[in-house]
C-alpha cells in the first residue's frame, strides 16, 4: 500500500538505462515520502534481473515472468501493470517517456482513472494548497515538464487520484547505483491470473532493432552541429574534429530536421539530454528546446557568426566566425599543441 | 470487396513550432491568440493512412472527428477537402479545462455515438500538449487494442491489419485484429493536398452555429445539400456524465506554469582569427578539458 512503483522497461534482456535512472531518482522520491520503492519488471527469463534493481534502490521486486511476455504488447502488459496496481494501491507509479511507456502508460492510466503526466524533466515531492476548496494536499509528486512546444515549463499534480503517474524523459535523471550494497524482497505474479486470453490478439511478427553508434549521454566532450553548419558535407568537418580529440557527435533539431544528422544524435528536450564536461555549439542559434538539454554542461564554448545568438547567453565562449572557418583552424592548432 | 469504416481523430491546434517573442506574455504564459492555428501536423500524416485505406478498398468511408472550439470547424473542412467522407465537430463549454483523461472519455462517447467502426487513426500526438496520451486513452475507454507510433499499415487481411511501427532504435511489425486504433508518427507519408474539385463542392460546408452568420440568400442549400452539413455534438448528443469531463473530469491540475529562463553567464567573446583559437586551444589543453 502506498509505495512508489517503477515499471522497468527491458532492453537486449536488461532493465534499460531509463528504468535505473527512474530507480536512481525513485529511490530518492520513496525516502522522502517514508515509503518503499517497488519494481515490476514484466517479460520472460527474468531470473537475476532483481539484482540490478535492488542495486539502484529498489525495495521490493515483482516479476512477471512468461513466454508469452517476452515482446512488449499492449494489452497483455496493461492487465498485469492495472491488476497488481489495484491490488498494491501504489501512491506513485513512473514509466520511461519512450515509445514503452508512452504506450503503456496512457492504458493504464485510463483503466484506473488515474491522471499521468507526459515526458517529464524533473520529479519533486511538494504539497499544494487549492484555495477554492481549501484544502492543503501533503506530499504530492510535483511533475514538471515542457509544454507547449518546450516554451513553458508546467508543474502538474494529481492531488486527488493515485496512483500519481509520470512518463520521465531518457537521460534526463541521473543513474547511479546506491552506496551501499542491497537486497529486498523478489516476488511473483501470478501471470494467470492477470491476463486473459484475449490480451493476446497483438502478435509481434518482425523486429529490427539497430544498435546505435552513438553514445551521446556518456561523451565527455560532444561537438554539436545546428542550421548553422549548412550541409551534410560541412557536418563531416565535425566528425573528423570529433575523432580527433575523443568527442561524440550530437546535432540541433533544425539539423537532424533538414537531414544533415541522424535523428539518434539530437539533444534537446526531443532528444538525448546531455552534461558533458565540454560542450562545442556549431552554427547552433540556441532555441529554448535546444538549450534545456545541454545547460548542464560544464564548459560550453559557441561557434556562431551572430553575436547575438541565445547561444551565447549561455556559453563560457562564443567565437564569432563561420563553422567552415573556425572548425578547421581548432583541428590545426589542436594537433600542433597537443604533445 | 471489402470496404471499411475509418474514423479520424484530428485536433485544432497553436502552431507551437515557430513560436516567436511576440507569442510570450511577460508572465510567462502563451499567448494564443497571436499563433496561427493549424491541423495538428500528425493527425494529417493519420488522415493519408486513412485515404490510402479508402484508395485501397473503394467504398470505405473516413468519418473525422475533432474536439475543440467552434472554429475547429475548420479542420473538418480541410479534411473534406483531402477526400474525407464527413466528420463530427465535438463542442461545449463543459468540455474546457479537460485534461488527456476527460478528453478521451468525450471522444470515446462521440466515436460510440457515430457507431461501428473498424479502425480508428489519430496523429501519435499533438503538437500543443506532445503527451501522446489520447490514443491510447480513447482505445482503452472503447475496449479495442492499439497499435502506436505506426508508420504505415502495411496490409489487411482478412480479419488482422499488419501495422508497421517506428521505435527509438528500429521498426517492429505486428498483426492486429480489428476494430483497433492506431497512432501514426510524423515519420509517416505526409497527407495529399487539398483536391480542387472537393474544395469547390465543400467550400460552404458548416456547423449550425457557423451558418448563424450565413446569408439568407444561401440558406436553402443546406436542405437541397444535406453533406454541406456539419454536424455539431454536445455534451447532451453524447451522452456524456459531465462529471467526468472539464475540470472536474481531468485528475490532473496545473499548479504552476513558469517561463523558461536559463542560468546566464557572460561569455568571453573571441574573434575567428588564428591567434585566439590557438589561445582557446592551448587553454582547454592545459586545463585537460581536452586531451
Known amino acids: 500500500m502506498d509505495n512508489l512503483f517503477v515499471i522497468c522497461e527491458l532492453e537486449n534482456g536488461t532493465i534499460a538505462d531509463i528504468s535505473l535512472e527512474l530507480l536512481t531518482k525513485g529511490r530518492k522520491l520513496a525516502d522522502q515520502l517514508g515509503c518503499k520503492q517497488e519494481a515490476l519488471i514484466i517479460g520472460h527469463k527474468l531470473k537475476g534481473l532483481e539484482k540490478e534493481a535492488f542495486d539502484y534502490g529498489a525495495d521490493v521486486v515483482w516479476l512477471a515472468d512468461d513466454a508469452r511476455l517476452e515482446h512488449y504488447t499492449t494489452l497483455p502488459y496493461t492487465s498485469i501493470a492495472v491488476e497488481l496496481f489495484r491490488q498494491e494501491k501504489p501512491q506513485v507509479a513512473l514509466l520511461g517517456a519512450t515509445s514503452y511507456g508512452r504506450d503503456l502508460g496512457p492504458r493504464v492510466s485510463s483503466a484506473l482513472s488515474s491522471g499521468l503526466t507526459a515526458d517529464c524533466t524533473a520529479l519533486e515531492i511538494g504539497e499544494h494548497t487549492d484555495k477554492r476548496a481549501g484544502k492543503t494536499y501533503k506530499n504530492l509528486l510535483l511533475q514538471i515538464r515542457p509544454a507547449f512546444g518546450g516554451n513553458i515549463i508546467a508543474t502538474i499534480i494529481n492531488p486527488e487520484h493515485k496512483p500519481q503517474m509520470a512518463t520521465v524523459r531518457e537521460g534526463v535523471m541521473k543513474m547511479e547505483k546506491c552506496k551501499e550494497p542491497r537486497s529486498g524482497e523478489v516476488k511473483k505474479v501470478d501471470v494467470d491470473k492477470f491476463v486473459r486470453p484475449e490480451d493476446f490478439v497483438v502478435n509481434v511478427i518482425e523486429r529490427h532493432m539497430e544498435e546505435s553508434g552513438v553514445n551521446l549521454k556518456g561523451a565527455p566532450v560532444i561537438i554539436s552541429g545546428g542550421y548553422g553548419v549548412g550541409s551534410k558535407e560541412n557536418f563531416e568537418m565535425l566528425y573528423q574534429f570529433a575523432e580527433l580529440i575523443g568527442a561524440e557527435v550530437g546535432a540541433s533539431r533544425a539539423a537532424v530536421d533538414a537531414g544533415f544528422a541522424e535523428h539518434d544524435r539530437q539533444i534537446g528536450q526531443t532528444g538525448v539530454t546531455v552534461r558533458p564536461k565540454l560542450y562545442i555549439a556549431c552554427g547552433i542559434s540556441g532555441q529554448v528546446q535546444h538549450i534545456a538539454g545541454m545547460q548542464e554542461s560544464a564548459m560550453v564554448i559557441s561557434v556562431n557568426n551572430d553575436q547575438e545568438a541565445p547561444i551565447n547567453k549561455i556559453a563560457d565562449y562564443a567565437i564569432l566566425g563561420n563553422v567552415e572557418d573556425v572548425i578547421p583552424k581548432m583541428i590545426k592548432y589542436y594537433k600542433e599543441n597537443s604533445k | ?291
Open chain 2, 1 to 291: 470487396m471489402k470496404n471499411f469504416k475509418i474514423i479520424v481523430l484530428a485536433k485544432q491546434v497553436p502552431d507551437t513550432r515557430n513560436v516567436g517573442k511576440d507569442a510570450m506574455k511577460e508572465d510567462g504564459t502563451v499567448n494564443r491568440a497571436v499563433l496561427p492555428a493549424i491541423f495538428n501536423p500528425e493527425d494529417l500524416n493519420a488522415l493519408e493512412q486513412a485515404l490510402r485505406i479508402k484508395d485501397k478498398y473503394p467504398g470505405s468511408t473516413v468519418t473525422l472527428l475533432t474536439m475543440g472550439p467552434p472554429r475547429a470547424a475548420e479542420i473538418i473542412r480541410e479534411g473534406l477537402y483531402r477526400g474525407a467522407d464527413n466528420g463530427y465537430l465535438l463542442t461545449d463549454r463543459a468540455f474546457a479545462g479537460s485534461d488527456t483523461l476527460a478528453t478521451s472519455y468525450a471522444l470515446s462517447r462521440a466515436i460510440m455515438k457515430i457507431g461501428d467502426f473498424d479502425f480508428i487513426l489519430a496523429g501519435r500526438q499533438a503538437i500543443d500538449g506532445d503527451t501522446a496520451q489520447v490514443g491510447p486513452q480513447v482505445a482503452e475507454k472503447l475496449g479495442v487494442p492499439q497499435v502506436t507510433y505506426a508508420e504505415e499499415i502495411v496490409d489487411i487481411k482478412k480479419n488482422k491489419a499488419v501495422v508497421r511501427r517506428r521505435l527509438e532504435k528500429g521498426v517492429e511489425t505486428v498483426e492486429s485484429v480489428f476494430p483497433l486504433l492506431i497512432t501514426v508518427t510524423g515519420t509517416a507519408p505526409a497527407c495529399r493536398p487539398r483536391n480542387a474539385k472537393l474544395i469547390m463542392k465543400y467550400k460552404r460546408a458548416t456547423t449550425i452555429s457557423e451558418r448563424q452568420n450565413v446569408s439568407e440568400d444561401y440558406i436553402f442549400m443546406y436542405d437541397d445539400r444535406p453533406f454541406l452539413n456539419l454536424p455539431e455534438w454536445n455534451v447532451g448528443d453524447i451522452e456524456a456524465e459531465p462529471e467526468r469531463l472539464g475540470l472536474s473530469g481531468s485528475p490532473t491540475k496545473v499548479k504552476k506554469v513558469e517561463n523558461v529562463v536559463f542560468q546566464a553567464k557572460e561569455a568571453k567573446v573571441l574573434e575567428a582569427d588564428n591567434q585566439s583559437i590557438e589561445w582557446l586551444m592551448k587553454e582547454l589543453i592545459s586545463n585537460h578539458t581536452l586531451g
